[in-house]
Nanobody, 127 residues
């Protein structure tokens, strides 16, 4: 069973930046799409950004476009989420996830497309 461990969250002022990392166990990391999702208090978990197995295809939520960047390093079994120009409404727990299927050309954009989740890392943006 894969283990996903997020890190890099914290408290930052509006306009600041953070870089989230998600390290995966095992030797098949490069076979799967990876995603970042977030959940704010009282809200459902939502897509932030996802990337296919090779890194060649990405999808971003409208709220993330132009501010956030997802990337992956298959040699390090790690997926990253660069958060720039942060806003108070970005405050949430950020989760990384691994897709159910292997070698998908397009990464899934729905939560149901992912079956392994990390424990989450808190991002708090103050105004």
């Amino acid at each position: 069973q894969v283990q996903l461990v997020e890190s890099g969250g914290g408290l930052v002022q509006a306009g600041g930046s953070l870089r989230l990392s998600c390290a995966a166990s095992g030797q098949t990391f490069s076979w799967y799409a990876m995603g970042w999702f977030r959940q704010a208090p009282g809200k459902e978990r939502e897509l932030v950004a996802v990337v296919n197995w090779s890194g060649g295809s990405t999808v971003y939520a409208d709220s993330a476009k132009g501010r956030f960047t997802i990337s992956r390093d298959n040699a390090k079994n790690t997926v990253y989420l660069q958060l720039n120009s942060l806003k108070p409404e970005d405050t949430a727990i950020y989760y990384c996830a691994r897709s159910r299927e292997r070698f998908l050309r397009a990464p899934p954009t729905l939560n149901i497309g992912y079956d392994a989740w990390g424990q989450g890392t808190q991002v708090t943006v103050s105004s």
